[in-house]
């Protein structure tokens, strides 16, 4: 199903590109993740900071509309996690776009029983081009996804994250 998945949007995205102009580019920064946990009426938060990095490309529809995809992986403490969100571009001025969009995340660790290992959420945020090349990004990653297996009504386990990050667009 992964693999399915990835490369339907490979060729969607190389298909588009075609298309229009795209400048392709580096990211990584810093993720800091909330962990949350609801069983029987008890809620149980963990806070923790990782490291992501990964390739993006920000394709132009036209002046002020872009998509950009990424495929991102964050290393935490824990584990580590494939993350490709696509997002919408939207400048609001010359240098300042907010961003929004779907975020697909697939658990690079050995299946651990009773979890999922694969996850949807919604990104929003802003960046800012600092030049023709560089730019910083600040994003929010609302997980929607329950990642217990077929969890009994009342029991959650989701992840949420703020991202922040340093981009250069070759």
Do not use: R
Not at 55 to 68: G, L, P
Not at 107 to 133: M, P
């Amino acid at each position: 199903m992964k693999k399915i998945i990835l490369s339907a949007l490979a060729v969607f995205t190389f298909g588009f590109i075609n298309a229009q102009e795209a400048k392709f580019g580096l990211i990584a920064g810093a993720d800091f993740a909330t962990y949350k946990l609801e069983a029987e009426g008890f809620n149980i938060s963990e806070n923790t900071t990782a490291f992501f990095g990964g390739v993006f490309v920000d394709i132009t529809a036209s002046d002020k509309f872009h998509v950009q995809p990424e495929l991102v992986i964050v290393t935490a403490e824990g584990g580590s996690q494939l993350q490709l969100p696509i997002l919408a571009k939207y400048y609001l001025a010359d240098k300042v776009s907010i961003l929004a969009g779907p975020d697909l995340l697939f658990d690079l660790d050995e299946k651990t029983e009773g979890l999922k290992s694969f996850g949807v959420g919604i990104d929003f945020g802003a960046a800012y081009d600092i030049d023709s090349h560089f730019m910083i990004e600040a994003k929010y990653n609302l997980g929607l996804t329950n990642f217990i297996e077929d969890a009994p009504s009342g029991y959650a386990a989701k992840i949420n994250g703020f991202f922040l990050g340093l981009g250069y667009k070759f």
